[in-house]
Each structure stands twice: as C-alpha cells, then as structure tokens.
C-alpha cells in the first residue's frame, strides 16, 4: 500500500472514475480496482474487498457505495462525499439531457426504431444479470428455495417487495451464515454513530420537508415517498432496483409506459455512473407529464436525492462497522437470504418485461388470489423477438459488452424497419 495521496490527487482519479465508469456495476468495481489498488495503491486488496463484500450487501448501488468507502477510507467525510458525489454526477447531467431529447423527440420515427432495437437488448441484459446475481447468490439448496418462492410470491401473487425482503431476512436470521473471520470490536462509539445517522436523515428529508411546506405539487410528494422507500429495501444492486420499481411505475402511478421505461434503462445502459440513475428518468418522466419541464426537472432533482442521500448515510454509519459486521453469524445469514430472494425477484423482471415487449397486449387476469399474465397472442412482433435473438448472440455468446450490443441492435432495428 502506497503513502495516501493529497486531496486534489484523489479528487482527480475519482473525476476520472466518474467520467469512465461505463458499462455497469462490475465494469464500474472493476474500473475502481484497477484505479484504486493495482495503479495507486491506495487501498490493499483485502480492504478492497472486504469494502465490497460490505456494499453488496447494502441497498441501493454498491458501484457508488464503493467508490464513496474508498474516498472516506483515504480522506473521511469529505473525501466519501467528493468520490461518491463524482462518480454521480456526470451520469446524471448526461440522463438529465436525455431525458429532455426524449420527451421532445421520442416520438419521431426515427427514434422510434432504435429504441425497438434498445428494448430488445434490455430483455437480454437483465436476463444476464439475472444469470450473474444467481451465480454468486444461490450456493446453497435454502437460497435456490428462496429465489423460487420470492418469483412465485411477485410473480403469481403480486405480493409487495419489501415484504418479500422481510420473509427472507427473517428465515436467514435464524438459519444462519457462515463466517470465516473473527473481527476485533468497530473502532467507533455507539453515539458517534448515531449522531452520523441523525446528521443524514435530517439532509435525506430537508428538500422533502420544504416541497411539502411549500405546497409543492402532489407529484412531488408522491415520487419522494416512492424512491425513498426504494432505497431502503431494494437490496441485491440495480436490478433488484428495476424489479420493484418498473411494475409500480407503469401499473401503480402510471408515470410511464412499459416502453419508456424500457427506453430508460436502454438509455442509462449507455451512459456513466449508476445503472440506478434510470430513477432519474422515471422522475423526469413523471413530472414532464404533469407540469411540462420546469415540474420535470424538479421531479428529476427530487428523484435523485431521496435516491443517493441514503446511500451516503448508509457509508458513512456502516464503513467503520464492515469487519465486525462481517464477523456475525446471523447477520450474515439473513443478507445472503435477502440476496437469493433477489434473484427470485429478478427473475420476476426479466418475464414481465419480455412479455411486455414482445407482445403488443398484455392484461392481468386475478384468478382468487393469483395474477396471471395473458398476452395476446396475435399481436407478437416477430421483429422484436428477432432482435432479441440478435443481442442474445451479441452479449451471451460473443460477450461483446452492453455498448457494443445497444449499438448494435439499435442499428440492426433499424435496418429491419426499411426491409419490412
């Protein structure tokens, strides 16, 4: 491990990291430690790692989390504050434009094509991270039980997200994990900590507590109460993310459409940062479509701040926690049952948006208690399945990476619109 570096030298890299963290969580985390620990030094491996076995864990985007622990590890507050605030934004002023070009000019045909093109790559891409997830969270016959269970619960039963994360945390609590370290006590008071805590709940609800006394719009209110509450419980990344947000944002609120939310994950597919940064979008989205764009971009504002404030708190309660925390049996045990449930919900995802893009009517039949999707056979769009195809091949069998494969059946659509 190499002497710290200054400030500004770390100010540097993570700008760097912020302006090149293309590609999603693990072309992120992979980003970092080439940066981090084999070029700099900065962090040891076993830092590293324990670092990001701990955000894993976590809510909300372990990418970012990442990157905010190993700003706090090298410089405390401030520097968790400037490498997690740098690996965000960027991503989110290019989601912000986007977002602007999309609801001006999404309707073109033109762009029409492509973004067929785009939800036919996101099919594929969730369906690969549904593969990644499993292999790293289902290690024992428990957690292929979970993942199954947590698919039907969603799926068929329609039951609510967080309270499938509770039934998993509580089976894992008392079934317990394996632990193969024992770790001394957190170097940290149990006040410090709660004063830290404190300190990021009051910034987490300050800009909610002045929309809501300032008589700010419903919406407003409504989208802060949502995302809040994703960050709390989507455990398991961004995907896990994505499952519990797209079905009530199309269905519940109805902000979006099936397809412009599919149209957002294919566009913050394309850009640096968190793939979490698709809660912007919906956020603009929302608010576009209830006052235009001055309401759009304080919707968006909003969306990202209930969305990341907890993620700093998360950091900067926990960081002095991750070995001691590592360290406990049931602990351990109830985060990996979370994580397996994930998969389970994950996979509820990947169905739900390939039925929706595939088909061009889909309804929701309740039999008593189940909630079964029924597409309409006849309106199949065999172009859409074709360029499914397509990525598959791409990104599964020739590993062309997510940029690659989203430019390619982008292009593909749009060659296959002018032969049909």
Not at 78 to 100: C, E, W, Y
Not at 261 to 290: N, Q
Not at 348 to 375: C, D, R, Y
Request: charged share 10%; aromatic share 12%.
């Amino acid at each position: 491990m190499t002497a710290k570096p200054t400030f500004r030298e770390a100010l540097t890299v993570w700008t760097r990291i912020g302006l090149l963290s293309f590609g999603g969580p693990a072309a992120q985390i992979a980003l970092m430690h080439r940066e981090v620990v084999e070029e700099k030094g900065w962090l040891t491996e076993k830092q590293f790692l324990n670092a990001l076995s701990f955000c894993m864990l976590l809510p909300g985007p372990e990418a970012m989390q990442l990157a905010t622990f190993s700003g706090w590890r090298l410089h405390g507050f401030i520097g968790g504050l400037a490498a997690g605030l740098l690996f965000v934004l960027p991503g989110a002023l290019v989601i912000l434009a986007l977002a602007a070009f999309y609801v001006t000019y999404g309707d073109a045909p033109l762009a029409e094509t492509l973004f067929l093109g785009v939800n036919a790559a996101v099919v594929v891409i969730v369906i690969e991270a549904l593969l990644k997830v499993s292999k790293r969270a289902l290690k024992r016959w428990d957690h292929w039980v979970l993942a199954g269970l947590a698919f039907v619960a969603i799926f068929f039963f329609a039951l609510p997200f967080p309270l499938i994360v509770l039934a998993a945390a509580i089976y894992g609590y008392f079934r317990g994990g394996e632990v193969t370290d024992a770790a001394p006590s957190p170097a940290v008071s149990l006040t410090q900590t709660a004063q830290t805590i404190l300190l990021w709940l009051v910034i987490w609800a300050t800009p909610v507590a002045l929309v809501w006394a300032a008589g700010g719009a419903p919406i407003l209110m409504d989208i802060a109460a949502f995302f809040s509450k994703l960050a709390v419980v989507t455990f398991g990344g961004a995907y896990a993310v994505l499952a519990y947000m797209a079905q009530d944002v199309v269905q519940a609120f109805g902000w979006l459409a099936t397809g412009e939310m599919m149209d957002g994950l294919g566009l913050a597919e394309t850009t640096p940062g968190p793939l979490i940064l698709v809660t912007e979008f919906v956020g603009f989205l929302a608010g576009y479509g209830e006052g235009g764009f001055p309401l759009a971009i304080a919707a968006a504002a909003l969306t990202l701040w209930v969305t990341f404030a907890p993620c700093f708190l998360w950091i900067f309660a926990g960081a002095p926690y991750i070995d001691w925390l590592g360290a406990q049996t049931r602990l351990a045990g109830a985060l990996s049952a979370i994580i397996a449930a994930v998969v389970g919900v994950i996979l509820n995802l990947s169905l739900w948006f390939a039925l929706h893009v595939f088909f061009g009517e889909v309804t929701a039949k309740s039999v008593g208690l189940l909630t079964l999707w029924t597409p309409t056979l006849e309106t199949l769009d065999w172009k859409v399945v074709a360029l499914t195809v397509f990525s598959a091949v791409m990104l599964l069998g020739l590993k062309r990476g997510v940029l690659p494969t989203l430019a390619a059946t982008s292009l593909a659509g749009l060659a296959l619109s002018h032969l049909t």
